[in-house]
């Protein structure tokens, strides 16, 4: 994107650590989904009825701020919109919900997923014997 826009990175290690948790986070989602999955069909359902959408209305096209009081309110509990605000954070300093508040959600997501698998793990989910 540099090439068609100048972009500064206003806070790069922040940038940087917000890349690595959102990358171990759905790393640890979409191992998730494929464990529970039968097919190549259920691992495809996930990805396109969940995340696509919540992506799309996590805000990463516009400010939540934009929207109704009703549906701002709404936004808040799609996790996408944490990821969105904290990267925004580190490139621009502008972000929907505060820093902290987008970190302590994406930690909670990440310790929720490495619990699930866990568990998963402990009780042989799939094993055979």
Known sequence: AGFFVD??????LLM???????SITFSLFGFIVGLYA???EGLQIIPILVITPLTF??????????????WQNVSLLNPVLY???GFRYSFYEVSDVSLITSI???FTI??????FISY???KGYKIKD
């Open 38 to 40: 039968d097919g190549f």
């Open 57 to 70: 209305l996590g805000g990463s096209f516009y400010s939540i701020s934009m929207l109704p009081e009703f």
């Open 110 to 115: 990440l310790i929720g997923c490495i619990l």
């Open 7 to 12: 972009i500064e990175i206003q806070h790069p």
């Open 120 to 122: 998963t793990f402990i």
């Open 16 to 22: 940087i650590f917000f890349l690595i948790l959102t």
């Open 83 to 85: 990821l969105i605000s």
């Open 104 to 106: 302590i959600t994406i």
